[in-house]
């Protein structure tokens, strides 16, 4: 139907357009749609957005005519049409208002559950739970300490699973006969009921030094019923001053010192207790230039610890060590002992100090100055050539500014070369048992007295033994004299020296001229014909003296009319340079006492120009090698070997003279 009304409103429209009388008049014009479409501003507006205008399709549209006539026929087929404005709706934000709940919701919860807490009438608080301790002031170390702890429950509930921890500070050991060290001890309470109150009497032992305060805690560990979780409730804490210690040490030592000086350092321990004190741990800690030489009783362990196995009450244990102090002048350093308990798992380690002491020196410049000289080698490691004797002198001088008396000489010559009926000594005494040669003011009056920068000499020769292996010997020199009045000084002093010789190794080249020796068959006629080919064969011998060798090698070369066969045997590697006809033989290392060798076949081509003559068949040999025990180079030569081969070999005399070809 509506397609039938459409057609009749065109038909008409057409009819009036194409009328003689159509008139023209005013025609009333639509106004434009003013609805407001509120666009929203971002993803998550939840606006509705106004409904978009309806147009109708392409083929239903209609043309608006443009004259007053046409306009009028034209609204009056088309009826208006009319915007309908919808009221936009907003959604509510419901996460918000759920959020806000949720806070309110915890805010009230945490209220009523403190109120419970705090105010509850049968709940647990940390509060109603007290821990106190008590003990005396101070106490002497070493001596049993008894300690009272109170623990009270003033909740309305028992508490469970309780436990007292006490800890302790270091060297506290148990009051028992074992005494063991104590850090930590753990006491079970298990319930504690409605307004129980509990005294646990603790007895244990503090060591320390004197004046020394000791801290001691405590804490109970408790549950609640109903609960996994453990809770805590801490004591304040209680200091305990160690008034006196069972045992004083005292450290004697002088306090100037000259270096290379040794000094004797004495440990005295003083006991201050009513009872016997055992095991008793001293530790001395040395500086750098200190070196420990012997103590009296030797130590328990290394070389700075003693073990004391007890001290009587009123009694003293003394122990004596003494040292070789080395530096520079006006260098400064300190001594520590520290006296205790040893730890019960470990005899040797300080488990508790109970006093402590030091000493200290001060190092002066050297009052004696020492210089050892052998065989005018003064640098303290001198190498000697085998065989020789070894001249050494001993040059004594008096660095101070004032005279010294009474002054003695120890010199000690140490060394598998030393041989009692092998050392000469001009002046002093030689004591075979001590093996100390003595200079002293009986023997060498000039001793008695030496003014400041005098200087005393003294003299000895030692003899070597040449069939030892790695020869040496060292001096050691100490130099002892009296000066007069300086304060806590050393009123007997020390000059030090110490110097080696070592021996060196001999080495040896050995060769000789043989005919069909070892592997090679050797041809031609001897004597030697001119222009006719002669072979001979060469031995080469290297040997070490009592020192082994290291780097050994000989070198030599061939004359021009000797030819180089490439035939060789023997130990280490062989070079041969053609050019310069020069023979290599790298011998290596040789132990001490041995020889290596090596062979050689060579042939010989001479001149008429020859005859009459010996040739030369290889040059000089020049063998060196390296002493490993002194670290010395040695050199030695072999002379030029010729033609003429030995006679005690069954050969006639002259045999390398060269003959006319026949």
């Known amino acids: 139907m509506s397609g039938i009304r459409d057609q009749q409103n065109m038909d008409d429209l057409r009819k009036r357009l194409y009328e003689r009388d159509f008139g023209e008049g005013q025609t009333k014009r639509h106004g434009l749609t003013s609805t407001e479409v509120d666009v929203s501003r971002g993803w998550g507006d939840s606006k509705t957005p106004a409904p978009a205008p309806v147009v109708p399709p392409v083929s239903e549209q209609m043309v608006v005519p443009e004259t007053a006539p046409e306009m009028a026929a034209y609204e009056a087929l088309t009826p208006p049409v009319e915007t309908v404005e919808e009221p936009v709706k907003r959604k509510r934000s419901y996460r918000m208002i759920i959020v806000i709940a949720c806070v309110g919701l915890f805010i009230v919860a945490a209220l009523v559950s403190s109120a419970f807490l705090f105010f509850g009438t049968n709940q647990i608080s940390a509060r109603n739970i007290s821990i106190s301790l008590t003990a005396p002031f101070s106490v ?5 300490l008894g300690i009272q702890v109170s623990v009270a429950n003033q909740n309305t509930v028992q508490i469970e699973a309780a436990t007292l921890i006490l800890n302790y500070p270091s060297g506290t050991k148990t009051a028992d006969a074992e005494a063991k060290d104590l850090y930590e001890e753990r006491v079970p309470i298990e319930v504690l009921t409605p307004g129980q109150a509990l005294n646990i009497p603790v007895n244990v032992i503090l060591f320390g030094e004197e004046n020394e305060e000791k801290e001691i805690k405590a804490v109970i560990e408790y549950r609640v019923a109903g609960s996994n979780g453990t809770f805590f409730k801490d004591a304040d804490p209680i200091k305990v001053k160690i008034n006196s210690s069972p045992l004083v040490v005292r450290v004697d030592a002088v306090e100037k010192v000259s270096s290379g000086q040794e000094i004797e350092i004495k440990i005295t321990l003083q006991s201050n207790a009513s009872v016997v004190q055992r095991n008793i741990l001293v530790e001395a800690a040395f500086p750098n230039s200190f070196t420990f030489l012997n103590a009296d009783p030797q130590p328990a362990y290394g070389q700075n610890v003693w073990l004391v196995p007890e001290i009587l009450p009123e009694s003293a244990q003394t122990i004596t060590l003494r040292g070789r102090v080395r530096g520079v002048a006006k260098e400064q350093a300190q001594i520590q002992i520290a006296v205790g308990a040893p730890r019960s798992d470990n005899q040797f380690i300080m488990g508790s100090v109970l006093s402590k002491a030091d000493t200290n020196y001060e190092i002066e410049r050297p009052f004696i100055d020492v210089l050892v000289d052998i065989n005018q080698d003064t640098d303290g490691e001198a190498v000697v ?3 020789l004797d070894a001249n050494v002198a001993v040059r004594v001088k008096n660095t101070l500014d004032e005279t010294i008396y009474d002054m003695r000489v120890e010199v000690s010559p140490n060394g598998n070369l030393i041989r009692d009926n092998q050392l000469l000594v001009p002046t002093g005494f030689y004591d075979t048992d001590s093996k100390t040669i003595r200079y002293e003011v009986s023997g060498m009056p000039s001793l008695a007295e030496v003014r400041p920068g005098e200087t005393r000499d003294f003299l000895f020769t030692v003899r070597p033994d040449i069939n030892q292996n790695t020869a040496s010997f060292s001096v050691s020199t100490n130099v ?9 000084a050393a009123e007997e002093i020390v000059g030090t020296a110490l110097a080696e010789a070592k021996y060196s190794s ?5 060769s000789q001229v043989g005919r069909s020796d ?3 068959t050797d041809t031609g006629s001897v004597p030697p014909v001119a222009n006719a080919e002669t072979t001979y064969t060469l031995t080469f011998a290297a040997a070490a003296g009592v020192n082994d060798l290291t780097g050994a ?4 070369t061939l004359p021009q ?3 180089w066969l490439n035939e060789y045997d023997g130990e280490g590697t062989v070079e041969y340079n053609p050019v310069a006809k020069q023979l290599r033989w790298n011998v290596g290392s040789l132990g001490a006492k041995t020889a290596k060798q090596l062979q050689v076949q060579v042939s010989l081509l001479p001149s008429v120009t020859q005859v009459g003559t010996t040739p030369v068949l290889v040059g000089l040999q020049e063998f060196r090698a390296t002493d490993r025990f002194t670290e010395v180079g040695l050199r030695t030569s072999r002379l030029p070997l010729s033609t003429e081969l030995s006679t005690e070999a069954g050969f006639d005399k002259n045999n390398g003279v060269v003959e006319s070809a026949r």
């Open 140 to 144: 002497a170390a070493g001596e049993k």
């Open 553 to 556: 090698v000989m070198t030599t």
């Open 518 to 520: 070892g592997p090679f």
């Open 385 to 387: 050539d085998a065989g």
């Open 506 to 510: 001999t080495i040896l080249i050995d």
């Open 480 to 488: 002892y004299a009296r000066r007069v009045g300086e304060a806590n």
């Open 561 to 563: 009319y000797v030819i």
